[in-house]
């Protein structure tokens, strides 16, 4: 399974991007996809997760109120809607995909992808 992000940018505080995730297999291949994020210098951060049925959604509390994660699986695409947004929420993010029913949501995950910037400015 590949995973391809895109949507990433430069933003001012207080204002919105939607980031996207395709899958290159159906969504039968995998369970639950999920974002995570990365700050210079800080360790990989989970952000938001959703099972392909559209349930079981978890998030960081950081993001609680401002982030909405969804997908659409006619086309294997998970999007993250970012409003709000904070210099903090900085980071490049990262989707990733995950095989087994009984997964822990926080992971691990199989696959990775390869990462979209996002920049918010003060």
């Known amino acids: 399974v590949q995973l391809q992000a895109s949507g990433g940018g430069l933003v001012q505080a207080g204002g919105s991007l939607r980031l996207s995730c395709a899958a290159s297999?159906?969504?039968?291949?995998?369970?639950?996809l999920a974002w995570f994020r990365q700050a210079p210098g800080k360790e990989r951060e989970f952000v938001a997760t959703?099972?392909?049925?559209?349930?079981?959604?978890y998030y960081v509390d950081s993001v609680k109120g401002r982030f909405t994660i969804s997908r659409d699986n006619t086309k294997n695409t998970v999007y993250l809607q970012m409003n709000s947004l904070k210099p903090e929420d900085t980071a490049v993010y990262y989707c990733?995909?995950?095989?087994?029913?009984?997964?822990?949501?926080?992971?691990?995950?199989?696959?990775w992808g390869q990462g979209t910037q996002v920049t918010v400015s003060s």
């Open positions: 297999e159906r969504t039968s291949s995998t369970y639950r």
């Open positions: 959703i099972r392909w049925s559209g349930d079981r959604i």
């Open positions: 990733a995909a995950g095989r087994s029913p009984y997964m822990n949501y926080l992971g691990p995950y199989d696959y």
